[in-house]
């Protein structure tokens, strides 16, 4: 049965709220089982009112006290031993029709539906106007998925009981759970026109109609639910959704700030307003909600969500302090100490970045070996070769077989100033483990030192040994690519989709390779969408097919993606270069401007990031141009 309309969603068991609660209160105002019990008789009418009509209910104290004993079974969830003693009390008051259809309730518990129908069965023979045994049995054969009599029962439940919500609400489930949405509706319109102002009915299934994916008429039912009811958090909350999800963005705000009104400390909703006020620019805003978040809950979980939000909107600066802030509250959470290093090193603060990484600690696992790495990194760009190398060095002892460190090692060489030995180094690996990695970190360094034929010939000979090998095959095509030779480049990455049909970056290669060519667009968008298939949030594939819609002229589209590249990897120098060229083209001259420095401030930062030797001089005579375009300057 659909947890939406669980009887206990209503607080209440299969039979009665009033007869459980009631009756538990009776049992332990009796005291230990094992004694009789003094049965107050006016208070035992009281408890049965809601359920039963007068002279159902247990007709002796002995039938009535093990009726309790059967309640306090069921609130522990024994519901054998709940059947016993509901047995014990029919063998005092055979026929009774309340403690049958408390006793076919229970066998419904244990999931024995058979024989719950047979008991139900015997009370609406003698009493077919008894409401609970109508009630009950269609919710049973609703869960034996006999649908057709389940109707009946429940349509004879309403008739008997109009202004009880329960029949209604299984009857709209059933109605629902056969793709008939239309039906639901009408009978949750007649629980409407029986309880004026009744919104639970609305509520419930413009709820399930939002998870089923069914927006329109889930809208419309919540909107008169909140209609009834103004301060349910949760229809604002699932109103908010339905809203940011069709860019009603004012409307999602506004629903965001009704549900908060009512639970002001609701985390998810608190992440959720601060993420759509980032969307829409809003910054101040955005903080105040985070701000509120982090101090509802220290949770280094949240942290990181509030971080990547800032992340997604390009706030760097903002998301590196929200981690640094949560980091001075909970030191111990190594996670927290290892995003803040990569946020540091995506700002070009290395010096930071190394500083937050050291913080990670060794008993952090495969995190710890991570971050020694990313720190010795970063050491090595900051100007510090002797700590980095030191790094790298006891990482090469601790973990030999943890291929980047050779390469990250070899590179800490040469920006030490000393090429040959990361060059020795590189080769001496490569006679130990001829990895197809250790040969692309050779080759790299060649390239660095101009040495490009070396390169090509290095995974060449390579490739001899080891012909379908698709990271040899990957690097020597971008090898030949950076040589000018696109014929052979374009080869080698059609040779790697023939070992692997599924590599998402040869058909990026290839793609962006044609489009900056001008050879090919068609299969160059082809290419792309198929790589974007595969791994759909990847920026560097947005960009190449953002890059696509550009040289054909398809600006608006252009714009569109290239945006999503960058907000999936901010700072990336290309990405960033390239929408700046898309601003440009649409005289969007400032922001063109802006993007510009900042593509040009990452390289300048991070000079390994170059797409291509000439990608920094062509970017200031970008920005010398357009600055005097701009009036003022």
């Not at 029919?90 to 024995?112: I, K, Y």
């Not at 709820?207 to 949760?234: S, T």
Request: net charge neutral.
């Amino acid at each position: 049965m659909g947890a939406w309309l669980s009887p206990s969603d209503r607080g209440q068991p299969w039979c009665s709220l009033a007869i459980g609660l009631l009756a538990l209160a009776l049992a332990c105002a009796a005291g230990p089982a094992s004694r009789r019990p003094t049965v107050d008789r006016q208070a035992m009418r009281e408890a049965m009112s809601s359920g039963a009509a007068e002279g159902e209910e247990p007709s002796s104290s002995a039938a009535f006290a093990h009726f309790l004993r059967s309640r306090l079974a069921h609130h522990e969830g024994d519901h054998r031993r709940a059947l016993d003693e509901l047995r014990l009390a029919l063998a005092s008051d055979d026929g009774n029709p309340f403690l049958l259809t408390a006793l076919a309730e229970e066998h419904a518990r244990l999931s024995d539906l058979d024989r719950a129908e047979r008991e139900l069965r015997r009370v609406i023979e003698r009493h077919p106007d008894y409401h609970p045994a109508q009630l009950l049995m269609g919710r049973v054969l609703y869960e034996a998925q006999k649908v057709t009599r389940a109707k009946v029962h429940l349509a004879r439940a309403i008739k008997l009981k109009p202004k009880d919500p329960d029949a209604y609400l299984v009857l709209t489930q059933l109605w629902l759970e056969q793709a008939k949405p239309d039906q639901a509706i009408r009978v949750v319109e007649e629980l409407s026109a029986a309880v004026p102002g009744e919104p639970i009915g609305y509520k419930r299934l413009g709820l399930a109609l939002a998870e089923r994916g069914d927006p329109l008429r889930a809208e419309k039912l919540l909107r008169r639910a909140v209609a009834r009811d103004p301060g349910d958090f949760e229809v604002w909350h699932s109103l908010a959704q339905l809203y940011e999800a069709s860019d009603r963005l004012t409307e999602a705000a506004e629903a965001y700030d009704k549900a908060l009104e009512r639970d002001p400390e609701h985390r998810e909703v608190l992440l959720a307003a601060g993420r759509l006020a980032l969307r829409t620019g809003q910054l101040p805003k955005a903080k105040a909600y985070f701000d509120q978040l982090m101090g509802v809950s220290e949770d280094p979980e949240l942290a990181v969500k509030v971080a990547f939000s800032y992340l997604a909107t390009r706030q760097l600066g903002e998301a590196a302090e929200v981690l640094d802030r949560a980091r001075s509250r909970a030191s111990g959470e190594p996670r927290l100490h290892f995003y803040a290093g990569l946020m540091r090193e995506k700002l070009g603060e290395h010096s930071k970045a190394a500083e937050a990484y050291a913080a990670v600690p060794p008993g952090a696992g495969e995190l710890f070996h991570e971050a020694r790495l990313h720190r010795a990194q970063s050491l090595s760009t900051a100007g510090q070769p002797k700590v980095a190398l030191d790094l790298l060095r006891a990482g090469l002892a601790d973990r030999p077989d943890y291929l980047p460190l050779y390469s990250a090692y070899a590179r800490a060489l040469e920006r030490a100033g000393q090429p040959k030995e990361g060059e020795a180094f590189l080769r001496r690996s490569l006679e130990k483990r001829p990895a197809p990695e250790l040969f692309e970190a050779l080759s790299s360094l060649y390239e660095r030192q101009g040495r490009l034929a070396e390169a090509i010939d290095l995974l060449t000979d390579a490739l001899r040994r080891q012909p379908k090998d698709e990271v040899l095959l990957y690097t020597l095509g971008a090898a030949y690519e950076r040589k000018g030779d696109i014929a052979r480049s374009l080869e080698k990455m059609r040779a790697v989709l023939d070992v692997n049909p599924k590599n998402a970056n040869a058909m990026n290669f290839i793609g962006y390779t044609l489009a900056q060519r001008g050879l090919d667009f068609d299969e160059a968008e082809r290419m792309l969408v198929r790589a974007l298939e595969l791994n759909p949030d990847n920026g560097a594939y947005l960009d190449s097919l953002g890059w696509v819609y550009f040289r054909k002229g398809e600006i608006q589209r252009a714009m569109e993606t290239l945006e999503r590249a960058l907000s999936l990897t901010p700072g990336e120098p290309t990405i960033l270069e390239h929408l700046g060229d898309v601003y440009s083209r649409l005289s969007r001259k400032a922001q063109a401007l802006e993007l510009y420095r900042q593509a040009l401030d990452a390289l300048i930062a991070s000079p390994e990031l170059a797409e291509h030797k000439g990608q920094r001089s062509a970017l200031e005579r970008k920005l010398k141009a357009l600055s005097t375009e701009l009036p003022g300057r």
